[in-house]
Structures are given as structure tokens and as C-alpha cells.
């Protein structure tokens, strides 16, 4: 984890950690996840030092969202609102979306999603899917943070496109980290992955 975690910090993951090294942020990682899961079981519990390349870059919100896009989406859940709070961590500027409003008309919707970007008023209705989060949506909510921040947020696919599926896996990143991700973990990203089937086709 020593060497994915130093290529990470190259990629400007765990910025918060910056006065430590990499066993220190281990360390302080264990002990959050430990704490955590024990408050989920209620009880001591020990979830283990071992993480893969994925699961400790997602340890960084600020950079990192994974979504199950099945989130039991409803009109109690407030999927929705909760999201957009993550999102706000992830653009790396707290407080840069406030005034959260998640309304259903019914419970198979329309629903209407209503806060501030940058104190900018934004309106949203996500598609029903029934427990599903409507992706489309949260890229367009995606693509409007990007334009405030000027950074881009990135889908990524994993190596050889082992993380697609029905999860989302979304990184804040400018060009340069991404190529670093690219070259160093052999992290593909969506649009690339479709260039290289487009070109292929193109070859048959």
C-alpha cells in the first residue's frame, strides 16, 4: 500500500495529510475506518489494515466518490440531498453548495432537487429508476461544480476496466494527476476506454 499511496499523494490525493508520511497516513486511515465500523456494530471492531488500490484511494472524499448507483432512492431516503453533500466535500471547497432541498411530488416522483452552487441558484429533476440514482443527473450536477472549481471530475474504470458495473467511481482531477494514475497504476478512465473501442471498430 506504501507505493499506491505515494503515487496517490503525486496525484494530489490525501493533501490533508501533508505534514506526514505514508505510514502516519496509514495509520491515521486504520484508525478512522476502525472507529467507524466499530459505531456501524456497535461494538469493537477491527476492519483490517489491508486495503486494495481502490479502497484507499476512495479514503480521501475529497477526491474520490464511489457510488453504488442502487442507493434507495425514495422519497424518505433523501438520496438526493445527501449526495450533494457528498459532492460538496468532493470539490475540494466546503460550502460550495448550501441550501439543499429534495421534494417528490409522489413517491415515484417528479422529483425536484434545489440548492446553491457558489451561491448560484440550481434546480435539478433526477429521472425516476425506481431505487436507482439517475446518473445522468448527478453528471450534469458534476459538470456544473467542475465549471466553478475549473477541475474536472474523471470516471474512472479501474485497471483493464475492472471496476465497471453499477458503480460509479468519480475523481477530481486535473490532466496531469490523471496521466500519473494512468502511467503509474494503470487506471483507465471511460472516455478513454470509448476512443479505444471507437478506434477499433474503426479498424474491423
Known amino acids: 500500500m506504501i507505493n499506491t499511496l505515494k503515487v496517490l499523494r503525486e496525484a494530489g490525493f490525501f493533501t490533508m495529510y501533508s505534514n506526514l508520511n505514508e505510514e502516519e497516513i496509514l495509520d491515521e486511515i486504520y484508525k478512522k475506518r476502525k472507529k467507524a465500523y466499530s459505531e456501524i456494530f456497535n461494538c469493537q471492531y ?3 489494515r489491508d486495503l ?3 479502497e484507499l484511494a476512495k479514503q480521501d472524499y475529497t477526491k474520490f466518490l464511489y457510488l453504488d448507483f442502487e442507493a434507495g432512492v425514495c422519497a424518505q431516503n433523501k438520496v438526493y440531498a445527501q449526495l450533494l453533500e457528498v459532492l460538496d466535500e ?3 471547497r466546503r460550502n460550495i453548495i448550501t441550501n439543499i432541498v429534495e421534494q417528490w411530488e409522489s413517491e415515484t416522483g417528479p422529483v425536484m432537487v434545489s440548492f446553491k ?3 448560484e441558484p440550481k434546480r435539478y429533476e433526477p429521472a425516476y429508476y425506481d431505487d436507482w440514482v439517475d446518473q445522468e443527473s448527478l453528471e450534469e450536477v458534476l459538470s456544473d461544480i467542475s465549471k ?3 477541475q474536472a471530475f474523471h470516471l474512472c474504470i479501474g485497471p483493464n ?5 453499477q458503480e460509479g467511481n468519480y475523481i477530481r482531477l486535473t490532466d496531469d494527476e490523471r496521466k500519473i494514475l494512468e ?3 494503470h487506471w ?3 472516455d478513454g476506454f470509448l476512443k479505444e473501442m471507437h478506434a477499433k471498430s474503426e479498424k474491423q
Do not use: A, C, H, Y
Open 161 to 165: 476496466g475492472e471496476w465497471i458495473g
Open 183 to 185: 502511467t503509474k497504476l
Open 52 to 54: 486494495s488500490d481502490r
Open 188 to 190: 483507465q478512465f471511460f
Open 148 to 150: 466553478v472549481i475549473q
Open 46 to 48: 477491527d476492519p483490517g
Open 90 to 92: 468532493l470539490s475540494g
Open 117 to 119: 452552487l457558489n451561491g
